[in-house]
């Protein structure tokens, strides 16, 4: 019996990529890289921020100075979803809510400090969740952080949500059984259940 549900953020409840393209695009801009696209925000959702900044800014100004430029973009970043948001996947607050008087619910995800806040203020979705947990506070990876939260919280038989092949592979590392959420930014190689919305998802876990 699954107890407690374990939630990805980029590409399983929201889609974050305008606000966060504004802020990227400016601070590539600023450093000479170049303009950016949405194409490529959704080619990083999910990735570790130093991660990120190798693959969009390495080729222009090199690894170091790439990670440098990536942590000021997620500071900046930051700032801009305070004030916008993002645009969450249908039925996500009634989905939470319903689930909520069953399952205890979390996030983990591969962020920097403020991401999952403004989220959770923006959109005032804090009340459905217990506990958090990401990369930015940790400097874990997301398997390790999701072993950090299962253990914090006494769970037993959690399942991770995602949309990713990271989420994947983190869920099958840290023991989570793992719920592919296929409208999202990836694909993967197997699941234990998969979801084409978000609020299919009472339905899928049933079948766990």
Same mark, same amino acid.
Request: charged share 30%.
């Given at each position: 019996m699954v107890d407690g549900i374990i939630f990805d953020l980029d590409g399983t409840m929201w889609d974050s990529c305008d606000a966060v393209l504004i802020a990227w695009d400016e601070t590539s801009r600023k450093y000479g890289?170049? &303009? #950016?696209? =949405?194409?490529? /925000?959704?080619g990083i959702m999910g990735m570790v921020i130093k991660d990120a900044g190798v693959? #969009?800014?390495? =080729?222009?100004?090199?690894?170091?100075?790439?990670?440098? %430029?990536? &942590?000021?973009c997620a500071e900046r970043e930051i700032a801009y979803l305070e004030k916008m948001g993002g645009k969450l996947y249908p039925k996500l607050c009634e989905t939470l809510s319903e689930l909520k008087k069953k399952y205890p619910l979390f996030i983990?995800?591969?962020?920097? @400090?403020g991401? %999952?806040? !403004? $989220? /959770?203020?923006?959109?005032?979705?804090?009340? $459905? $969740?217990?506990?958090?947990?990401?990369?930015?506070?940790?400097g874990l990876t997301k398997d390790g952080n999701i072993k950090l939260l299962t253990k914090r919280n006494n769970l037993k038989s959690p399942v991770y949500v995602g949309d990713t092949q990271t989420d994947r592979d983190a869920a099958?590392?840290?023991? &989570? &059984? $793992?719920?592919? !959420?296929?409208y999202g930014f990836g694909t993967v190689d197997s699941f234990d259940a998969e979801i084409e919305t978000f609020a299919? #998802?009472? @339905?899928a876990l049933e079948t766990l």
């Amino acid at each position: 019996m699954v107890d407690g549900i374990i939630f990805d953020l980029d590409g399983t409840m929201w889609d974050s990529c305008d606000a966060v393209l504004i802020a990227w695009d400016e601070t590539s801009r600023k450093y000479g890289c170049g &303009a #950016l696209t =949405k194409k490529d /925000m959704q080619g990083i959702m999910g990735m570790v921020i130093k991660d990120a900044g190798v693959k #969009l800014f390495g =080729k222009y100004v090199g690894e170091e100075k790439a990670k440098e %430029i990536a &942590a000021e973009c997620a500071e900046r970043e930051i700032a801009y979803l305070e004030k916008m948001g993002g645009k969450l996947y249908p039925k996500l607050c009634e989905t939470l809510s319903e689930l909520k008087k069953k399952y205890p619910l979390f996030i983990v995800s591969n962020c920097e @400090n403020g991401y %999952i806040e !403004a $989220f /959770m203020k923006y959109h005032d979705t804090a009340k $459905f $969740f217990d506990d958090y947990e990401h990369c930015g506070r940790t400097g874990l990876t997301k398997d390790g952080n999701i072993k950090l939260l299962t253990k914090r919280n006494n769970l037993k038989s959690p399942v991770y949500v995602g949309d990713t092949q990271t989420d994947r592979d983190a869920a099958n590392a840290a023991g &989570a &059984a $793992f719920i592919y !959420a296929a409208y999202g930014f990836g694909t993967v190689d197997s699941f234990d259940a998969e979801i084409e919305t978000f609020a299919d #998802l009472p @339905n899928a876990l049933e079948t766990l």
